[in-house]
């Protein structure tokens, strides 16, 4: 069963990647708004959308935390590519660039939808 999602696109030399974990989501709404064509299950043992996903606390049996889940992915990085992580703050700097770009690249439909 699938707990997560993922999406990527490749465009102007650049990689867009974005994703979701499922760690509590009410799966009868998700199973309600996800619409796929009826040609995705088609030769799949598994014929709809809510028999298809889970959440990380419903696989486990047990409520999972935000804390724990990002703890995990942290650990997971750290082991997988051999580097460690350091907690810290955005400098005045990146504050006002990520700003700066937000208002002049990515909230742009140019820049979204081309």
């Given amino acids: 069963m699938k707990i997560s999602g993922t999406a990527a696109s490749m465009r102007w030399g650049t990689i867009f990647l ?16 996800l619409k796929p064509p009826p040609q995705k299950f088609q030769h799949k043992a598994v014929k709809s959308v809510r028999k298809r996903v889970t959440n990380i606390s419903e696989y486990l049996g047990r409520k999972v935390s935000m804390e724990e889940v990002k703890s995990f992915i942290i650990n997971g990085f750290s082991e997988w590519f051999s ?13 006002e660039l990520s700003k700066s770009l937000y208002s002049t690249k990515y909230s742009r439909d140019e820049w979204n939808i081309g």
Avoid: D, P, R, W
């Fill in 18 to 33: 974005h994703g979701c974990l499922l760690v509590s989501t009410n799966l009868e709404i998700l199973a309600k708004v």
């Fill in 83 to 95: 580097i460690e992580f350091e907690t810290g703050t955005l400098t005045q700097y990146e504050k």
